[in-house]
C-alpha cells in the first residue's frame, strides 16, 4: 500500500513564501506523475502544479512564476515552493500521485494526501 503524507502548510502573510512538502510510503513502487492541487469551498478542487518522471511540469496561470514543483525520485518525494503569495492562493492544499507497484494484480495507483491549510493573510 502506498500512502502519501504532506507537510508545510500554515499562516503566511502576503509576499511571503511557504515550501509543501508529500512524501511517498511504502515498497517496490515507483511514482510516474505527481501534482499538487488546491480546493476552497464552493469551488472544485483545481490542479496548481504537476511534474512527470521526465521533469516535464506544467502550472496553472495563476501560479506561474512563483511557484515551483520539484520532485526527489530516490527520497519519493516531491514538493511545491511557493513564493510572493497572495491572499487568493488560500485553500487547502493536496498532493496526488500515480505510479505503479512491482507486484500484484493491480499495479496502477493513484493517491491524495491528506491535505494541507495554506492561509495567506493580506
Known amino acids: 500500500q502506498v500512502q502519501l503524507e504532506e507537510s508545510g502548510g500554515g499562516l503566511v502573510q502576503a509576499g511571503g513564501s511557504l515550501r509543501l512538502s508529500c512524501a511517498a510510503s511504502g515498497s517496490m513502487f515507483r511514482l510516474n506523475a505527481m501534482g499538487w492541487y488546491r480546493q476552497v469551498a464552493g469551488k472544485q478542487r483545481e490542479a496548481v502544479a504537476t511534474?512527470?518522471?521526465?521533469?516535464?511540469?506544467n502550472y496553472a496561470d495563476s501560479v506561474k512564476g512563483r511557484f515551483t514543483i520539484s520532485r526527489d525520485n530516490a527520497k519519493n518525494t516531491f514538493s511545491l515552493q511557493m513564493n510572493s503569495l497572495k491572499p487568493e492562493d488560500t485553500a487547502v492544499y493536496y498532493c496526488n500521485a500515480a505510479g505503479s507497484r512491482w507486484f500484484g494484480r493491480d499495479r496502477n495507483f493513484e493517491v491524495w494526501g491528506q491535505g494541507t491549510l495554506v492561509t495567506v493573510s493580506s
Open positions: 511534474i512527470t518522471d521526465r521533469d516535464s511540469t
